[in-house]
């Protein structure tokens, strides 16, 4: 199994401003996602990140407002840009497994408020 | 797009009962299915997952879950539940034998009380 680290693992920003969010995996891995998880709901995909490419995006999720890194096989960054409240929720990283078909392997995720 | 539904939003036990968690996908090919779990204060985790054979499936924890696919339905169920179990349970699915982008559902608090 994969062990996966983010940072940091809260936060309270204010409107209009952007966090970045790290991602760290103890393995090299081919395929990193980005979930958002809001107040109640449940795990959204917000976009797949492989190395040396761009990342794909979901529907309803765009670059200029979740631009992502994936500079390397173990790490990863998702930024929020210019943020408003309703982006407040958890951002998870997570990483496939070898097992592949949707196996997973989750970050403790990152609780974002925006005040 | 895909979806998937579980039927109770949050469910309240005494140990030793019996637990039985609904979850419906609306997907018509080829799926594969998965039940993570988050335990309090700990990362998301898998419980169990169906690709193929047998659709009834075992997990950790003596959690198992079958496959009716007649019923577009992957409940999960344990015979006998323990304090230990409460926590979040989040049904999930892949459509084919190459998309590996999980859909969620809504997710069931399960809380157990001694």
């Known amino acids: 199994s994969a062990v996966i680290s983010q940072k940091p693992s809260r936060d309270i920003c204010q409107r209009g401003t952007s966090l970045t969010i790290q991602c760290q995996v103890d393995s090299q891995v081919t395929m990193m996602f980005w979930y958002r998880q809001q107040p109640g709901q449940s795990l959204t995909l917000i976009a797949t990140a492989n190395q040396g490419s761009e990342a794909t995006y979901e529907s309803g999720f765009v670059i200029d407002k979740f631009p992502i890194s994936r500079p390397n096989l173990t790490f990863s960054t998702l930024t929020v840009s210019n943020m408003s409240p309703e982006d407040s929720s958890i951002y998870l990283c997570?990483?496939?497994?070898?097992?592949?078909?949707?196996?997973?392997?989750f970050g403790p995720g990152t609780r974002l408020t925006v005040t | 797009a895909q979806s998937v539904s579980q039927h109770n939003h949050h469910v309240i036990l005494s140990e030793a009962a019996s637990l039985e968690l609904g979850c419906n996908y609306s997907?018509?090919?080829?799926?594969?299915l998965f039940w993570y779990v988050q335990y309090p204060g700990q990362h998301l985790q898998l419980l169990l997952k169906y690709f193929s054979g047998d659709p009834l499936v075992k997990g950790i924890k003596g959690f198992e879950a079958e496959f009716i696919k007649s019923k577009f339905s992957f409940n999960l169920r344990k015979p006998s539940v323990q304090w230990s179990d409460t926590a979040e349970y989040f049904c999930?699915?892949?459509?084919?034998?190459?998309?590996?982008?999980?859909?969620f559902g809504a997710g069931t608090t399960v809380t157990v009380r001694a």
């Open positions: 999930a699915v892949t459509p084919g034998f190459n998309d590996y982008k999980l859909s």
């Open positions: 997907y018509g090919g080829t799926v594969n």
């Open positions: 997570s990483v496939e497994s070898a097992g592949g078909f949707g196996e997973q392997y």
